[in-house]
Every structure is written in C-alpha cells, then in structure tokens.
C-alpha cells in the first residue's frame, strides 16, 4: 500500500466504507458516482460487465477484475439496479475477457470491450476515430453511448486510484 492506513481500517474502506480517513468527502463523491452507475445503468448487464472487466485489465485493478457485480453488488447496498438488467454472466464469460479470448462475445459486447479499452488507452485517437463511431453508433443508441462512456470513466478513475495507492493488493473480494 502506498499510504498508511489506521491499523484497524480494511484496505478498501478509503474507497467504499463509511470511516474518516484521506480526502473523505472527495472519496465519499468518487464512491457516490460508482455506485450511482451500479443502480442507475440501463445497459444490458453483460455488455456493461464485458466494459468492466476490460476497463479493469487497463487499470490493472485486482478488485476490478475480481469484482462480479451480480455477486458482490449487495456489498454496495444496492439491491436490483443494472444485475436486472439482462442475463447474469456466468464465470467464463470473465475467464474469457480476461485471457482476451472475444470469440464468444457477441457483436455488443466486444465493442465495449474495444470502446472501453480504447478510451483507457488511447483516447485522443479514439476521439478521431470515424470508422470505429460508425460502427459504436450502427450497434448502441446515443443514450447507450453516453451511459457506456460514463460507466467506464467511472470505474477508470475509481480503479485507479485503487491500484495507483495500492488499495487493490488485499483484496477482500474473490
């Protein structure tokens, strides 16, 4: 870890738990707005999960990449939100993401994929890239776009702040 924490505080709790530690009422909106796109995605769940996981190997975020929002959503005291939203993915839809296996992917959800890694990785370029707009727009409406964008920049900035102070190397979600 690369600050030091109470000794009684879980790693995660800077990020999710109720204590008062390092820039609270900043980290109190950062968790608000993640936990705003849990309950209020109207994504399907498994092309929002497809951007999650591929927004995680990004950032390199071992909560992310072990995190299975219809398994673990109730940690955020959220009940329904996007995990109704469509079928629950089952673990090797992950296994397969992870080791950048697409193939059993359908056409929605490996585009999120790409848009999320894109928008991780490369997003001047991506902001120019008319034939990859083309083909987002041809498969997901505007409305889509903009909550896809907004999830992934979501889970973007918390995961990284999770990995860059190191509060992803306890992990307590498997």
């Not at 990020?15 to 980290?27: C, H, K, L, Q, V």
């Not at 959503?73 to 469509?86: D, T, W, Y």
């Not at 848009?115 to 034939?131: D, F, H, T």
């Amino acid at each position: 870890m690369r600050v030091t924490l109470p000794e009684d505080a879980e790693p995660t709790s800077v990020m999710t738990g109720p204590g008062d530690y390092y820039a609270s009422e900043i980290a109190h909106a950062g968790n608000e707005f993640a936990y705003s796109i849990y309950r209020n995605s109207k994504l399907p769940l498994k092309v929002f999960e497809a951007a999650r996981i591929a927004t995680a190997m990004v950032n390199g975020c071992k909560i992310c990449m072990n995190w299975r929002s219809a398994r673990d959503i109730n940690q955020l005291g959220i009940k329904g939100g996007v995990v109704a939203n469509g079928e629950i993915p089952e673990e090797e839809f992950y296994a397969e993401i992870l080791s950048e296996n697409l193939e059993n992917l359908s056409h929605r959800e490996k585009l999120a994929v790409r848009y999320a890694k894109e928008m991780g990785e490369n997003p001047k370029l991506l902001s120019k890239n008319e034939a990859f707009w083309n083909e987002l727009k041809n498969a997901f409406s505007d409305m889509e776009i903009t909550d896809l964008t907004y999830c992934i920049a979501g889970w973007m900035g918390m995961g990284r702040v999770a990995h860059v102070l190191g509060l992803d190397q306890n992990c307590s979600i498997s």
